[in-house]
């Protein structure tokens, strides 16, 4: 190991960012989750709450929360 530098860099692993596809649409495949999500629901095997899915649209949509 002579030969080697005994101060070798921490590599970081590319992040989730940057690893995707620069021009990739960002709900291209959503649809697809969405309608799983919906058969989850329907079955009665996942709960989803009114209030959790009402501010998620909020943030995504960049509206403010109303008070």
């Known amino acids: 190991m002579s030969d080697t530098n005994k101060y070798m860099t921490h590599r970081r692993p590319p992040s989730r960012a ?3 596809p ?4 960002p709900g291209a495949n959503s649809a697809g989750r969405v309608e799983a999500l919906r058969r989850l629901v329907a079955a009665g095997q996942y709960q989803v709450s009114p209030r959790w899915l009402a501010t998620r649209i909020f943030r995504a949509a960049g509206v403010p929360l109303p008070k």
């Open 18 to 20: 940057m690893a995707a």
């Open 22 to 25: 620069p021009m990739a649409a």
